[in-house]
């Protein structure tokens, strides 16, 4: 499986962007789908999740009420909406995607949970 990250840019403090990760060729829909970030000198960390049914969804806290995930099946395709960015999310963001079944409810916002990762797309908030 290969996830195609996309959306990434620069942008100033307060703006907004919208990530992309498709998955070209198979079907979203058998998919729980994580994005992570991860920044000079830190960790990857987790950013949101969400359920092959989109039915479950998690976020990190440093991104509650800013940042909003969600999936359109029939376009392969799940989004990640940041408004009101940070400086503080300056970094590369990676999408990753773990088989589970059609339309359930299975979930994990641990980055090992994850066998498959799309290259990043960076994102650059200026203050």
């Known amino acids: 499986v290969q996830l195609q990250a996309s959306g990434g840019g620069l942008v100033q403090a307060g703006g907004s962007l919208r990530l992309s990760c498709a998955f070209p060729?198979?079907?979203?829909?058998?998919?729980?789908t994580g994005w992570f970030r991860q920044a000079p000198g830190k960790e990857r960390e987790g950013v949101s999740c969400?359920?092959?049914?989109?039915?479950?969804?998690f976020y990190g806290d440093s991104v509650k009420g800013r940042f909003t995930i969600s999936r359109d099946n029939a376009k392969n395709t799940v989004y990640l909406q940041m408004n009101s960015l940070e400086p503080e999310d300056t970094a590369v963001y990676y999408c990753a995607a773990r088989r589970t079944a059609a339309n359930n409810d299975y979930l994990s916002s641990d980055r090992d949970w994850y066998p498959y990762w799309g290259r990043g797309t960076q994102v650059t908030v200026s203050s």
């Open positions: 060729g198979v079907a979203a829909t058998y998919y729980a």
């Open positions: 969400i359920s092959s049914s989109g039915g479950r969804t």
